[in-house]
């Protein structure tokens, strides 16, 4: 299959991208390489990328309508994986309008370029925080989704809006995946795993929210990526077996407590944390916790890879890749 997968050089961008490409599929990777974290990381993860023969980036930034038009006119996609977007919930604070261009004018012109050249299947990033000030777990894909509480999260909702209008509209396939905390390798440098690791090995004090007292559904980005594979991979639905759109959690379906995580990466990297204890900050979540029934039930989802042996992966690439 030719796929386009926007977020190239993102963090699951590039995990997704090099798993299809080893698959033998062949992948057009855009992305507008913004400054939102060190760009040198990105261009790393591209590196690799442009390794491969099947492999193809372009510079492009979801918001430009006539770049993202030309380019579904350029190509014949098979499926479209949309993984492009500002990330962040606390960065949403104080940026707003990057969310509102990245997020729903870049999500409208992909959801254009898929209806007028009849992509055969769009999946596309939603998030964990789309459950916002929800205090049922764990968080279903059932759940009503009302109550945001960072204009993240409000912007991922609106996406699968908009994306149910499509499909209703114009018979779409589209699927929604609610990420939980993802980490691992090549990760985000702004999500907290990656900055306690380097104020550990620099010897900084971290900072520890709501005073420790908080849990995450943390999701390890082979198995992250597994059940992106799997969805993208299934066989095609006969015409009258295809549900336009759904959405998906794909979660660990297993909260850890913070200060756990914090004492393995401890060990992992051989040197203990000074901690700031601080209040929850403006637009958290106490807690994160994904039902993955639907998921295992229609994707085969299961995820294998427990926060320990997750940390060890993460904390050998950061000792031996990303300090080099």
Not at 149 to 161: F, M, Q, W
Not at 245 to 268: A, C, T
């Amino acid at each position: 299959m030719k796929i386009l997968v926007t977020g190239a050089a993102g963090f699951i961008g590039f995990h997704s991208s090099l798993r299809l490409l080893e698959a033998g599929h062949e992948v057009v990777g855009i992305d507008n390489l913004n400054d939102y974290y060190d760009t040198r990381l990105k261009v790393r993860r591209l590196a690799q990328l442009e390794e491969r023969q099947t492999f193809l980036f372009l510079k492009l930034d979801l918001a430009d309508r006539d770049g993202m038009a030309r380019l579904f006119e350029a190509n014949s996609f098979d499926v479209v994986l949309h993984l492009g977007a500002q990330a962040g919930v606390r960065y949403s604070i104080d940026n707003p309008f990057a969310y509102v261009d990245s997020n729903l004018t870049g999500t409208l012109t992909v959801l254009e370029g898929c209806r007028h050249h009849r992509i055969g299947h769009l999946v596309y990033a939603s998030s964990s925080s789309v459950y916002g000030g929800n205090t049922k777990q764990p968080f279903s894909i059932e759940d009503r989704v009302d109550d945001p509480v960072s204009l993240y999260a409000a912007t991922k909702r609106s996406n699968e809006l908009m994306c149910q209008t499509y499909a209703h509209l114009y018979r779409t396939r589209i699927t929604g995946l609610r990420f939980f905390t993802v980490y691992g390798p090549w990760g985000r440098p702004d999500m907290a795993y990656f900055k306690f690791a380097e104020a550990i090995t620099e010897g900084r004090p971290i900072d520890v929210y709501n005073n420790g007292d908080m849990l995450r559904d943390f999701t390890y980005i082979d198995d992250i990526v597994d059940g992106i594979t799997s969805l993208i991979e299934a066989p095609a639905p006969g015409e009258s077996d295809v549900t336009p759109h759904r959405v998906y959690n794909l979660g660990n379906n297993q909260p850890e407590k913070l200060m756990d995580m914090i004492s393995l990466l401890e060990e992992r990297l051989g040197k203990s944390a000074v901690k700031n204890f601080l209040p929850m900050q403006a637009g958290d979540v106490h807690s994160t916790y994904a039902d993955i029934e639907a998921s295992a039930r229609d994707l085969g989802f299961s995820p294998k890879t427990s926060l320990a042996d997750g940390l060890t992966h993460f904390a050998k690439w950061y000792q031996s890749c990303h300090q080099a």
